[in-house]
């Protein structure tokens, strides 16, 4: 182990120094990117900060509930590059039971534990609803992917494993993956964490980064869920259009 004396403490720099925001790393990560993939869109807080950033690129936003949709559909109207499916993102195609949550934002194919319901009290289950479930591997050429570089980004409470597994081919030609990673159980029955970064590593997928998306369990400091961006081995497609 090397002891640093106190000039080596001194001259460290502060904590905060030159950390880099979500917002900045985004903007590096789209630079080479011509479409995104917002599984899990509901209103469509995503998309508008993928324009935030930066990207003018078409992006694919899917939210399964058909309220929400509604708020997303409005919120893309005046946006032409900006394209809304009202389906759930899944292992295949056909149909699925989500169940429902008053704020929307925990809609799930999964039900919720009894952590998830502690932590936000306000998301109370609010009936379920049968809606259209879409695979990315049958996706794929219908949305015009095909050599172009890609980033899916995937929250989709719970259900971002067996979106995954039903890519089939077509998840390695993705450039980016960002999807939500939960720490403890949130749904009964999802993957646990070290599933999914299993799955992700046999695949070939390097991180690139981890964010904290949610202020943790304020009883125990837990820290709940992240938001994981990860890089496939080929890195996508080298041939796209060029970036708008």
Partial sequence: ?????????????????????????????????DVVIDGGANGGQYAKWMRACGFRGEIFSFEPASETFGVLS??????????????????????????????????????RTELHSRVWPRDVEAGTELVPMRSLRSLWHELGCDGRRVYLKLDVEGAELSVLEGSGPVLDRIALLELELSLVDMHHGAPAFHEVINFLSGRGFSPVALEQNHNGDDTTGQMLMLDGIFRAPGAGSEDGPGRQ
Avoid: K, Y
Wanted: aromatic share 2%; hydrophobic share 30%; net charge neutral.
């Fill in 1 to 33: 182990m090397i002891r640093q004396g106190p000039q080596a403490v001194r001259d460290l720099p502060p904590q905060s120094e030159n950390l880099m925001t979500s917002q900045e790393r985004r903007r590096l990560l789209l630079q080479d990117i």
């Fill in 74 to 111: 409005e919120a893309a109207r005046s946006d032409d590059r900006w394209h809304c499916h009202n389906a759930a993102l899944g292992p295949e195609d056909g149909e699925a039971r989500l169940h429902l949550t008053r704020t929307s934002l925990g809609s799930s194919l999964f039900r």
